[in-house]
């Protein structure tokens, strides 16, 4: 099985732009599409970006998902940070076993 | 509308037995897939197990391999977890969790059920 690596915690000002990174450890991240949860304290995790880079219908388009094939990762950008986007991010892929792997999670803070 | 609601959470010893259920209503039941995620006090998410529509497909995690059998009844509108063998570590909030594209897109999650293995 492979991991997802993000970082522990990020924090930036509100109308800021922030980007939480998920590192592959195995197997290229364009092969397995990512997804991107985010998780309010007390609250079920709600998508925000499905199949690398789509968004469901109303999420706001200030978040945004990327791939880069060349550092293995995806990527979430949060732009217009606002103080209700304080939560944990969670991104998401899966592998040719169908085993699905959650990254450990990201504490974003809006300060 | 959508709704995912999970029971059959509680305390239970170590070594013991719990099965949870996934009610669903508002969809199709019997058109998706459906999963188990869970979350361990403080921790983050943990996928479970998968089931495709037509119960083909199967899939565990690791963890619970062996332990847990996840099944579904498409009649009845619902999803159910067989937890066996129950360890401390698997003392978490359980979701269950529809799979809108068949790549593990989890759209819709229920509000959880909290499952404590304790003595």
């Known amino acids: 099985n492979f991991m997802l690596t993000q970082p522990h915690s990020v924090s930036e000002s509100p109308g800021k732009t922030v980007t939480i990174s998920c590192t592959r450890s195995s197997g290229s991240v364009a092969s397995n599409y990512v997804q991107w949860f985010q998780q309010r304290p007390g609250s079920s995790p709600t998508t925000l970006i499905y199949e690398d880079d789509q968004r469901p219908s109303g999420v706001p388009d200030r978040f945004s998902g990327s791939i880069d094939s060349s550092s293995n990762s995806a990527s979430l950008t949060i732009s217009g940070l606002k103080t209700e986007d304080e939560a944990d991010y969670y991104c998401?892929?899966?592998?040719?076993?169908?085993?699905?792997?959650f990254g450990g999670g990201t504490k974003l803070t809006v300060l | 509308e959508v709704q995912l609601v999970e029971s059959g959470g509680g305390l239970v010893k170590p070594g013991g037995s719990l099965r949870l259920s996934c009610a669903a209503s508002?969809?199709?039941?019997?058109?998706?897939?459906m999963n188990w995620v869970r979350q361990a006090p403080g921790k983050g998410l943990e996928w479970v197990s998968s089931?495709?529509?037509?119960?083909?497909?199967?899939y565990y995690a690791d963890s619970v391999k062996g332990r847990f059998t996840i099944s579904r009844d498409n009649a009845k509108n619902s999803l159910y977890l067989q937890m066996n063998s129950l360890r401390p570590e698997d003392t978490a909030v359980y979701y269950c969790?529809?799979?809108?594209?068949?790549?593990?897109?989890?759209?819709?999650w229920g509000q959880g059920t909290l499952v404590t293995v304790s003595s």
């Open positions: 998401q892929s899966y592998d040719r076993s169908n085993h699905v792997v």
């Open positions: 089931i495709s529509r037509d119960r083909s497909e199967i």
């Open positions: 969790a529809r799979d809108d594209s068949g790549y593990y897109y989890f759209a819709y």
């Open positions: 508002g969809f199709t039941f019997g058109s998706y897939g």
